[in-house]
Nanobody
Framework: QVQLVESGGGLVQTGGSLRLSCVCS????????MGWFRQAPGKERVIVGYINWTGNTYYADSVRGRFTISRDNAKNTVYLQMNSLQPEDTAVYYCASRKLVGSVKPHEYDYWGQGTQVTVST
């Protein structure tokens, strides 16, 4: 059974940084495309970015240049480094997996983590 477990969320001041981690078990992680999504209260879940099995990445316009996605296949882990955080980045952050390449569409992912809260204070 595939499991994704996120960690690293918390409370940070505007302009600060956080690094989220997502550990995958029960799957051949190196063959997976891994996505990061976020969902603010009362809003839809939206793409933050993804990393393909090749290591190629995609970022939403709202985070490009501030956030970086990376992966360590030896540790079955994908990371989301978040810099220059703003209050509008406050949300629950989710990682998700699907075969080979990522997608911007949540419904195209097969597995999801439980989410981790990120709160950016003013």
């Amino acid at each position: 059974q595939v499991q994704l477990v996120e960690s690293g969320g918390g409370l940070v001041q505007t302009g600060g940084s956080l690094r989220l981690s997502c550990v995958c078990s029960g799957d051949t992680f190196s063959n997976d495309g891994m996505g990061w999504f976020r969902q603010a209260p009362g809003k839809e879940r939206v793409i933050v970015g993804y990393i393909n099995w090749t290591g190629n990445t995609y970022y939403a316009d709202s985070v490009r240049g501030r956030f970086t996605i990376s992966r360590d296949n030896a540790k079955n882990t994908v990371y989301l480094q978040m810099n220059s955080l703003q209050p509008e980045d406050t949300a629950v952050y989710y990682c998700a997996s699907r075969k080979l390449v990522g997608s911007v569409k949540p419904h195209e992912y097969d597995y999801w983590g439980q989410g981790t809260q990120v709160t950016v204070s003013t």
